[in-house]
């Protein structure tokens, strides 16, 4: 049986430039590649998937949270590619995890974990709970060198909690960060991890 993966990492851990060399070598070989993301991602242009190393190319597929993927989406694919997977709805994780079955195809999913504030994202989180296979994509923290595992938040070039979940942005609003280091800078550090 196909597998469903999950490759997640923070921000700057170059997932998509990932997800466009696996795209380059299926095609390399002949093969048949399906690369999907969700319609929120519109920094780039609305069908571009663009990494931060220069690499772009366009997504054959957009879905929104209410997407019900036809089974004639899969036929004749090699396998599919899913970019800012954090984006997909529960609905979309469990249609791409029958696809691994249903249609035999591998599907490798490429996201955030966790949101600014250290809490999943509905499709991280179901992601989480049905992948085969979770592989971490590392980078070092923007201001040490421990490995990054959350993303901090920036507004007017200071550390925030504050906002909506989903909000945009890439070096401008975002850095990779280890625990400490987000810990101390943010106003409350800890506290907020425990919720107190």
């Known amino acids: 049986m196909a597998k469903l993966y999950f490759r997640h990492g923070t921000m700057g ?22 690369v999907l993301k969700p319609r929120l991602d519109d920094r ?33 694919i090699d396998c599919v590619l899913v970019d ?29 974990r966790t949101d600014f504030r250290t809490r999943l994202f509905p499709g991280a989180r179901r992601l989480l709970e049905l992948a085969d296979t979770i592989e971490e994509v590392k ?21 925030t909690l504050d906002g909506a979940q989903v909000q945009l942005g890439a070096e401008e609003s975002y850095l990779p960060v280890c625990f400490a280091c987000w810990d101390s800078r943010l106003p409350g550090g800890h506290r907020q991890v425990s919720g107190s």
């Open 139 to 159: 980078v070092t923290c923007q201001f040490c060198n421990r490995k990054a595992i959350f993303n901090m938040r920036f507004a007017a070039g200071q550390p």
């Open 13 to 34: 851990s170059a997932k998509t430039l990932n997800l466009l060399a696996v795209a380059h070598n299926y095609r390399a070989q002949g093969k048949r590649v399906l």
């Open 84 to 112: 800012e997977a954090q984006f997909l709805s529960e609905s979309l994780v469990e249609q791409l995890r029958a696809a691994t079955l249903t249609h035999g195809v591998p599907v490798i999913c490429y996201g955030l």
């Open 44 to 76: 780039f242009g609305a069908k571009k998937v663009v990494s931060r190393a220069g690499l772009e190319q366009e997504a054959d597929l957009l879905v929104d949270a209410d997407t019900e993927l036809a089974p004639s989406v899969f036929e004749g």
